[in-house]
């Protein structure tokens, strides 16, 4: 009868140690079917100093537009150089961008410089308000009648780390990008990655950063946190859970481990064995 008691006994402590609370797993927990609630109001990309903008003119006489267009360039193996179409701009203010097609660097002054115009002032606006101001040069100038103007970012990137399927440095590319976008884009947390918090690091000014904490159990917080939509250069951090984390011991063997308790209970299953055989 001992002997059924002792066994009972560490069965059910193996059994408790091995199960894990699923109420950690899951995304946004609070949130119900038909639930409206607004989200933190998402901030327009910007460009700033050292970023990187492809401009493109487009109009009915591609002649025209030719000249305000950057030239592609594409690099000759074996030479060490790069050949390029005709371009409008001076070889000091190109970049090599995606895809072969050059871009304007903004300097420290916030400005490109831009075919005829020379010098535009561009830090601090939108994507669509760059194109507005050289549209607008363009036919105030008598340059182009009705020209079409498409400006991109070329290195807006937000990094993910940590307890992701794959982690890396993932291409920014559009207006409100959320925190859950990039998540799918590192191939989503990993079973072993902290759901609360996922922390992100933003840079405010200069070198200086803020430090945010996101629990992605709770959708509401989620959805009014400052970092739900993404900016340039914001670093996204999942930890490794508890289970992980004690893993990574020397012999991944330690008190929180179920491991370290089934070797414990299998020992006194054991030792009951042997004292009340």
């Known amino acids: ?32 079917a038909g639930q409206q609630i607004e989200s933190q109001v998402a901030q327009q990309l910007k460009a700033q100093p050292d970023d990187k903008l492809t401009i493109v003119v487009t109009c009915d006489k591609p002649v025209l537009a030719s000249m305000f267009n950057l030239p592609y360039v594409t690099n000759r193996i074996g030479t060490g150089g790069v050949s390029s179409s005709t371009g409008g701009t001076s070889a000091s203010t190109m970049t090599s961008g995606e895809n072969g097609i050059l871009s304007y660097t903004v300097d ?42 498409i400006v991109e970012f070329v290195n807006h990137y937000v990094t993910v780390i940590g307890e992701v399927a794959r982690p890396g440095r993932f291409s920014l590319n559009r207006d409100k990008t959320t925190l859950l976008d990039m998540l799918g884009m590192a191939g989503d947390l990993t079973i072993s990655g902290k759901r609360q918090p996922v922390k992100v690091l933003r840079n405010t000014a200069g070198d200086s950063h803020q430090v945010y904490e996101v629990d992605l159990c709770k959708g509401v917080e989620l959805l009014r946190s400052p970092v739900f939509y993404m900016q340039p250069n914001d670093l996204v951090y999942v930890e490794p859970n508890n289970k992980r984390s004690n893993e990574s011991t020397i012999n991944g063997n330690t008190l929180r481990t179920p491991s370290f308790w089934l070797s414990l209970g299998s020992f006194l299953l054991t030792l009951g064995v042997l004292v009340f055989k």
């Open 108 to 149: 420290k002054h916030g400005d490109i410089d831009f075919p005829v115009f020379g010098k535009i002032h561009v830090a601090g606006l939108e994507r669509a308000e760059i194109a507005a101001m050289i549209r607008k040069k363009l036919i105030d100038s008598n340059q182009i009648k009705d020209p079409t103007v």
């Open 1 to 32: 009868m001992r002997y059924c008691y002792t066994s009972i006994l560490m069965l059910s402590v193996l059994f408790l140690c091995s199960c894990g609370s699923t109420r950690d797993i899951a995304y946004m927990q609070d949130l119900a």
